[in-house]
């Protein structure tokens, strides 16, 4: 069973910057997907990122290209998501999420950290 734990959420001020961590346990996590999503209070949850096996490939929603940038450590079975010029809008609770190889869905999911965007 593949265990996710996010960490790295808080509060901070529009245009600021936050670094989320995603530790993966429990798994081969080189042979991932890995994406991140977000949902807001009242919101329906939001793709933001996906980031392949190795981290050469990544897709952003439209919502945060150019602003946000996963990337991916495999030696230490961790996902990131470097998020710059925060604006209030970005708040929500952001979860990791992993798909297997040649799946067609995400299987796996952490628990969320609350990030919170001040303006």
């Known amino acids: 069973q593949v265990q996710l734990v996010e960490s790295g959420g808080g509060l901070v001020q529009a245009g600021g910057s936050l670094r989320l961590s995603c530790a993966a346990s429990?798994?081969?996590?080189?042979?991932?997907?890995m994406g991140w999503f977000r949902q807001a209070p009242g919101k329906e949850r939001e793709f933001v990122v996906a980031i392949d096996r190795n981290g050469g490939s990544t897709y952003y929603g439209d919502s945060v290209e150019g602003r946000f940038a996963a990337s991916r450590d495999n030696a230490k079975n961790t996902v990131y998501l470097q998020m710059n010029s925060l604006k209030p809008e970005d708040t929500a609770v952001y979860y990791c999420?992993?798909?297997?190889?040649?799946?067609?869905?995400?299987?796996?999911w952490g628990q969320g950290t609350e990030v919170t965007v001040s303006s």
């Open positions: 999420a992993a798909k297997i190889l040649g799946g067609s869905r995400y299987d796996y």
């Open positions: 429990g798994g081969a996590f080189s042979s991932y997907t």
